[in-house]
């Protein structure tokens, strides 16, 4: 079975400051997706940035970006001039063609002023 | 475009009553996805469809929980009886290959947080 492992359950980082959030995950499948979401207290999962295994490219999305390494089996989120606005859960997750998304503990990232 | 609408967003009850949760997918989304969530861990998969047919409900303890999609819009998850181990925050998903290509992104809904006293 796949599993994912978030092993920082929490980080602080000052804003402006940059921030990396790691994620591991174990699979035996060649393709997959691989995401992170953010879960404020609200409770609402946002997607944050997505990544196609089959991509080298690592993928980025305004500040966020993501350092994949497939041999690895790794997957960190990278948040540059962290904002007040991103403090929240952070959850990697993992799925093979729309199948159940398999996530991770998360991380608990909060910001400093 | 509306995104998932998912209520009651807050329900408590007692022990051994039953609670019914409700969900409204993102229009043209077929698949369809219930998620339970216990307090500091990452949502679980319960059951997934495809249309009206459950095509993954391996995690559902079907002793207690029953979920329906009739005409493969809505979706109704049941817990009858509740126990105390049942209170967690349940979340509704829905994603479309055809809207959204081979992404495979899911869109969540703000969740139920139910607690069984």
């Known amino acids: 079975a796949q599993t994912v492992t978030q092993s920082q359950p929490e980080m602080s980082v000052q804003e402006a400051e940059t921030v990396t959030l790691s994620c591991t995950y174990d699979?035996?499948?060649?393709?997959?997706?691989l995401f992170w979401y953010k879960q404020p207290p609200s409770r609402q999962m946002i997607l944050v940035i997505r990544q196609e295994a089959y991509k080298q490219q690592n993928a980025t999305e305004n500040r966020f970006s993501v350092n994949f390494q497939k041999a690895a089996k790794s997957f960190s989120l990278k948040i540059s001039d962290s904002q007040l606005g991103d403090a929240a859960m952070y959850f990697c997750?993992?799925?093979?063609?729309?199948?159940?998304?398999?996530f991770g503990a998360g991380t608990i990232l909060r910001v400093k002023s | 475009e509306a995104g998932v609408v998912q209520s009651p967003r807050y329900k408590i009850i007692e022990k051994k009553q039953p609670v019914a949760f409700w969900c409204n997918p993102i229009?043209?989304?077929?698949?369809l996805y219930w998620y339970r969530q216990n307090l500091g861990q990452g949502p679980e998969l319960l059951i997934r469809y495809e249309n009206e047919e459950a095509v993954d409900d391996s995690q559902l303890p079907k002793d207690r929980f029953s979920a329906e999609r009739l005409k493969g819009v809505d979706s109704t998850l049941k817990i009858q009886p509740a126990e105390l181990g049942d209170s967690a925050v349940y979340l509704c998903a829905s994603s479309s290959i055809l809207m959204t290509g081979e992404s495979y992104e899911q869109y969540f809904g703000p969740g139920t947080r139910l607690t069984v006293t």
């Open positions: 997750a993992y799925t093979e063609y729309g199948n159940k998304l398999v």
């Open positions: 699979t035996s499948e060649s393709d997959y997706y």
């Open positions: 229009s043209g989304h077929n698949t």
